[in-house]
């Protein structure tokens, strides 16, 4: 029995998922002729109450649109030190849209109006770069799942209008957010201007994000799209994938939380742990004691047949997922309280 708790994104289709993929009508995307995408961008537009969707190949390619929507090369984008657009996308701020990013010291991972309020260059100042984005991540991957409060949210929000300032929110685990903290998901449609959401994480999707806005700012998002080669054609069988997981994964994303943190639990009480992170949703990250080495931690799992990842710097990283089964989760609790080093 092999236990992959690296990332939530080595989940595979379950066999009901497939046969929903297998039997999806598809056309030419292209053209915009796949009705299962046009269905997929529809209900995810609809959940947010937002005008209107377009559905892409990786989470990376949505984000990347977004800031080459709201920005100009030179321009200068507002984000957390852990952000992924900053830290995990390759630089494609810089390389498509050629802008900067002024990083804040958020507090695991999420920033606050007053941070944002003192980040923004003086728009007369030329010699600084013009201020025109602040994204926030929502839950944070390097935060450790944490998630935003929608007050905190709003009160960004208020500065964003107050100075001009398009809104981005990267909700590439955003379902796992609203299952958490019992939030509507029209509440951030009202705060963003665009917003992009994945489907291959925590719901399980082989592959897909899809990118929310209004229907002027998405028309121009299809452009954009083509030019990055996100282009796709009867991708309807991928859509499907999609549609079956809103439908069927969404309520399941509590089982997920539950697990990680029972799995805190047990590392709170383990000897070769210094300290556990608040667990909100699916991630958890952990910090080993002076004497240990995650390498080694990292080996004696393999053995077990258990996988986690290293953040480096004496931290650790453990992602719940749909295909991390009950059976799993109990030789995992198991394995971590009896071991030694």
């Known amino acids: 029995m092999e236990i992959n708790l690296i990332s939530d994104t080595i989940t595979k289709p379950t066999h009901e998922m497939l046969q929903y993929m297998f039997n999806a009508e ?3 995307d292209v053209y915009k002729q796949d009705p299962t995408v046009i269905a997929l961008e529809a209900k995810v537009a609809a959940m ?15 984000n990347q649109t977004a800031i080459k929507l709201h920005t100009q090369p030179g321009e200068q984008l507002i984000a957390d030190k852990y952000a992924h657009v900053y830290h995990y996308e390759g630089g494609g701020a810089s390389f498509n849209s050629g802008v900067s990013c002024c990083l804040l010291d958020g507090n695991r991972g999420m920033i606050t109006a007053e941070q944002v309020a003192g980040a923004i260059n003086d728009p007369e100042f030329y010699h600084s770069p013009l201020t025109s984005l602040v994204c926030v991540e929502n ?3 390097k935060g450790g799942g944490a998630c935003y409060e929608l007050e905190d949210l709003k009160k960004i929000k208020e500065v964003c209008v107050a100075n001009n300032l398009k809104f981005h929110l990267d909700g590439a685990r955003i379902w796992n957010a609203l299952i958490a903290k019992k939030q509507n998901p029209k509440a951030f449609g009202q705060l963003f201007d665009t917003i992009s959401v994945c489907l291959s994480k925590g719901l399980g999707a082989p592959i897909g994000s899809v990118l929310l806005g209004d229907k002027a700012t998405i028309h121009r998002a299809l452009r954009i799209r083509k030019i990055l080669g996100g282009g796709m054609r009867q991708v309807g069988y991928l859509a499907a994938a999609g549609i079956y997981a809103l439908n069927h ?3 399941r994303l509590k089982e997920d939380h539950r697990r990680a943190k029972e799995i805190a639990n047990v590392l709170e ?3 070769w742990v210094s300290s556990v992170e608040p667990v909100e949703t699916n ?3 952990f910090s080993l004691a002076a004497n240990c080495s ?3 931690l990292i080996e004696k799992l393999k053995q077990k047949n258990i996988s986690i990842s290293s953040m480096g710097h004496g931290k650790l990283r453990i992602v719940t997922h749909l295909d991390y089964r009950e059976v799993m989760h109990t030789y995992v609790l198991e394995t971590l309280g009896k071991l030694t080093f």
């Open 283 to 285: 991630i958890l990250i």
């Open 294 to 296: 995650d390498q080694v």
């Open 139 to 141: 839950t944070t991957n």
């Open 26 to 28: 598809v056309g030419d």
């Open 249 to 251: 994964n969404l309520e």
């Open 269 to 271: 009480k383990a000897s």
């Open 48 to 62: 947010f109450g937002m005008e209107a969707g377009l559905f892409f190949p990786s989470g990376t390619m949505a």
